[in-house]
């Protein structure tokens, strides 16, 4: 395996992993990220997305980290690049890296001219990148293959983001910058609010089930804009202790997703 | 309001502050923790905990920090001690903090001597400290109101669990170091596996849910121990989508839950 060092954080090619790493923004303007570990890294392989740099850590790589770079190399016709420890460390969205990134392009899915029949996550303002991560990978999980975020969203691709979603990115179809209204033409589904400040209990209303739906979740505190509470179709609360204030975004969205996927294995679907 | 400088991070009490923050086992073996922001002074104000410091940043408290500070000294007859912005930001959980953080004596129940018919949330080997403090977030939103944690697990009380925690803590009662063999003298409920490699259907199996319940939740990746695998009365699986691995433990609880809470709630429970 051939692979080029590269010494100073001057570097051009690094200071743009750098920006990556350090500005979760960045993602979206550029349209590349960084993905660290073994399992993204095979998922990434295994995927269509297209590679600019594999980035290896001189000294700590372990053997199997070594052994992926080589094959996204060879599969993906991407150059290998070494750092330094204290180079890589600072890249590095976790404290102990395997020290094996990806740079890869993100992808880019073109926004449907019709609007599409299928059930949809959107993401209304949620900035926690761990969070963001979690979402991905809960809806994917519950069979919810379409994420749209609003532009004060998180970036969907920013590397923390990457970490948290363990790979359910390659799994779904992601579109950023999404307004409430946008969704109105590009999903032809029933808009569902989840609103801890009132609506119907979700485990007792009927129907909002039955056919595709965009279940729409807003960031702790604000909860949904109200431009988002505009296109709703109908509004639905999570029955939680009255003690408690809200739930954790991750967890109201594990819930809804979740009785949808109960109610539709239920009937068979 | 009477405040104490302390200007040196070779201070005593700075230096337990340090540990406290960066070393999360400190608080379980001191008995003491941080917790920081307006939120969790109010609630921390409004409890029975034994405040033992008050913390203000120098420079940068908003007027609210400071106005709490001193209804907190006054509430619970405490101390309140200003730090430099460096000092003050070296032990906050967060980047912005609002310069206000409470070190408090962690709340310690005795463990029963009779078993406790109620239902419990138990971690075994859960160590992000993130999505413990949602759990305890989640578990108290569902009505579950005992959690139960293994050695292993992230300190209950650790600064980046309470932060995570929103002060669920201060509505539920913890327990830590609890082997899965502790957990059949402690309560009397049924024990339940969350096990994503199998068991029953956790939708299409019934009885589960009457009476108490003891949810058993393992770590991402090794999942449950063995030890918590033989305790458990049955075993339950989330029916995920096939190509995916596994959902993130702060959802898979939200959903295994609030599918009890449902059927509960739709029973008039």
């Known amino acids: 395996m051939q692979t080029t060092s590269i010494t100073s954080p001057t570097n051009e090619r690094y200071k743009r992993w750098k920006k990556l790493a350090d500005t979760p923004r960045t993602s979206k303007k550029l349209g590349v990220t ?6 993204l890294a095979q998922v990434i392989r295994d995927s269509e997305a297209r590679v600019v740099s594999i980035v290896l850590r001189e000294t700590g790589a372990s053997a199997e980290a070594v052994k992926l770079a080589g094959e996204l190399a060879d599969v993906k016709d991407a150059r290998v690049f070494t750092v330094s420890g ?4 600072a890249i590095c969205p976790v404290e102990h890296g395997v ?16 609007p599409v029949r299928a059930d949809v996550l959107y993401l209304d303002g949620v900035q926690d990148a761990g969070n963001m991560g979690t979402l991905i990978r809960t809806a994917v999980a519950a069979g919810v293959r379409y994420i749209a975020a609003s532009s004060g969203s998180a970036g969907l691709w920013s590397p923390k983001v990457m970490r948290a979603g363990m790979g359910a990115h390659f799994g779904a179809t992601l579109f950023e910058n999404v307004t409430p209204r946008d969704l109105i033409d590009m999903f032809d589904a029933r808009r569902l609010a989840a609103d801890a400040r009132g609506g119907s209990d979700l485990f007792r209303s009927t129907g909002w089930d039955e056919g595709p739906t965009v279940w729409m979740m807003g960031a702790e505190g604000p909860g949904l804009s ?5 296109v709703a179709d109908a509004r639905y609360l999570i029955p ?3 003690s408690c204030e809200s739930l954790n975004v991750g967890a109201a969205a594990a819930v809804c997703l979740f009785e949808q996927r109960r109610r539709r294995l239920l009937r068979g679907e």
Not at 86 to 89: E, F, P, S
């Open 86 to 89: 204290a180079l890589y460390d």
């Open 240 to 242: 939680i202790e009255a």
């Open 226 to 230: 109200d431009a988002a509470l505009q």
């Open 34 to 39: 960084l993905a660290e570990g073994i399992h």
């Open 99 to 114: 020290g094996l990134t990806v740079e890869f392009e993100t992808i880019q899915t073109p926004r449907p001219h019709v």
